[in-house]
């Protein structure tokens, strides 16, 4: 019999130990989910404290790029990074168990991300600032970290993109064309490529799980036959055990018998042994009566 044991087939970045699932009590879409939601909220945290180091990082940016706003700008960075470290806390804490709960405090940390490099791009060039790039990063961070159906993570780029165009839009008279033209561009193909690796990854992410699952159920049934036969060759070797203890003592008895017949023999050919003495004496008692007479 071989011994079959389920490899780690996850990526590297879902290596992490999740809760230990019975998988002789649920099917395997169910063990795929609940997977799915443990790394959800895993990289969840990761991102978003991830994201409170970024902001605070890169007011090193504003110094140099926007001297004059430096104040405000940290300002942002520092109120964003505390929600984001709230969001982290809250991850890791919190004993809610359903997954709603997450999803909305993913929403929360995406749109106060949003907004705050909104405001930054708004007080800084508009429609031609060059920290349109923030949002790209905050769509790399959002989309390819976190592990989420398509209609999710779709949902997740047009809020991304909607807070960079919409403000611009309604509170700005778009005079260099050519530069939003170019931002939007790139912002939209970035958002779209992640998106589609996204989607490839989350397809990977789900056969590989499932094929876990079919090697942990495998692995399950394998042990149960082995624990099976154990029990099998336990049980055998207890009844081999116990035969031999009667054999045992039927041997002793038979031993007991064989002493107390030769012991019987024995005392019957010395009573023979002396009945013939007897006799013989009888005889030459006899004999010597008739000589005298």
Request: charged content about 20%.
């Amino acid at each position: 019999m071989k011994n079959i044991k389920a490899r780690n087939l996850t990526p590297i970045y879902v290596q992490f130990r999740s809760k230990k699932l019975n998988i002789r009590n649920i099917s395997k879409k169910e063990y795929v989910e609940s997977n799915v939601r443990e790394l959800f909220k895993h990289w969840l945290s990761q991102a978003v404290i991830w994201g409170a180091g970024f902001f605070i990082l890169l007011s090193v940016l504003d110094y140099f790029s926007t001297p004059e706003n430096f104040s405000t700008f940290f300002l942002y960075r520092i109120s964003i990074a505390l929600v984001l470290i709230a969001i982290f806390v809250l991850t890791q804490q919190a004993k809610i168990s359903r997954f709603i709960f997450y999803q909305a405090l993913f929403y929360i940390a995406l749109i106060g991300s949003g907004i705050t490099i909104e405001l930054m791009i708004i007080k800084f060039g508009g429609h031609a600032s060059p920290y349109y790039p923030g949002m790209i990063i905050l769509g790399i961070l959002a989309i390819s970290f976190i592990p989420a159906g398509f209609s999710f993570h779709l949902l997740s780029a047009l809020i991304i993109y909607l807070i960079y165009l919409i403000p611009i839009l309604v509170l700005e008279n778009i005079t260099n064309f050519q530069e939003f033209f170019i931002a939007n561009v790139f912002l939209v193909s970035i958002l779209i490529s992640v998106l589609a690796l996204r989607c490839s990854t989350q397809r990977n992410l789900f056969n590989e799980l499932s094929l876990k699952y079919d090697l942990e159920r495998r692995q399950d049934k394998l042990q149960e036959a082995v624990q099976k036969r154990t029990d099998e060759l336990s049980e055998t070797i207890q009844k081999l055990l116990n035969s031999r203890k009667r054999l045992k003592d039927k041997v002793d008895e038979l031993e007991s018998f064989y002493e107390m017949a030769v012991g019987r023999e024995l005392k019957m050919k010395k009573l023979k042994d002396e009945i013939g003495e007897l006799k013989e004496e009888l005889f030459e008692s006899k004999n010597s009566s008739e000589q005298q007479v």
